[in-house]
Structures are given as C-alpha cells and as structure tokens.
C-alpha cells in the first residue's frame, strides 16, 4: 500500500476508534462546516416562511381594503343616482 494511502487510512483508524477529538462516544458527531451550513439554511427557511407568511398576510389585508373600497364605491353610486 503507497505511504500517503497508508497515512489517510490510519488517520480513518485513529478517528473512528478513538471518536471525534479523542472522545469514544460513538454518539457525538462533529458535524463541522457541513452542520454550520445546514443550519444556516435551516435558519434561512425559517426567515424565509415567515417572510411568505407575513406576505400572504398583507395580500390578505389587500383583498380586505379593496372589498370595502368597492363597497363604499357602490353606497356612493347609489347615493349620486
């Protein structure tokens, strides 16, 4: 087996046995740069929902205003008839 196989394979060893930072509980993982990305994105869907949220709440508040500006327009009509 070449040396720098041989190296990244021992290291491989090293690492599962003796787990993440030497620590052998098999149940901690360091999730490193990956786990900080996802949850950043899991953040960002967060900010992302509440962003459509409160957009369909203004698309809401929308339809209600132009309801009633359509129904005082037609009092009004009646009243210049």
């Given at each position: 087996?070449?040396?720098?196989i041989?190296?990244?394979s021992?290291?491989?060893?090293?690492?599962?046995?003796?787990?993440?930072?030497?620590?052998k509980?098999?149940?901690?993982?360091d999730?490193?740069?990956?786990?900080?990305?996802?949850?950043?994105?899991?953040?960002n869907?967060?900010?992302?929902?509440?962003?459509?949220?409160s957009?369909?709440?203004?698309?809401?508040?929308?339809?209600?205003?132009?309801?009633?500006?359509?129904?005082?327009?037609?009092?009004?009509?009646?009243?210049?008839?």
């Open positions: 087996m070449p040396d720098m041989r190296d990244r021992s290291e491989f060893h090293a690492c599962c046995k003796g787990g993440v930072g030497g620590n509980d098999s149940s901690v993982i999730l490193g740069m990956g786990g900080q990305q996802q949850l950043m994105m899991q953040s869907n967060a900010t992302t929902m509440e962003y459509i949220e957009r369909g709440q203004a698309i809401d508040t929308i339809e209600s205003t132009n309801a009633e500006l359509r129904q005082i327009s037609s009092q009004f009509t009646q009243i210049l008839d």
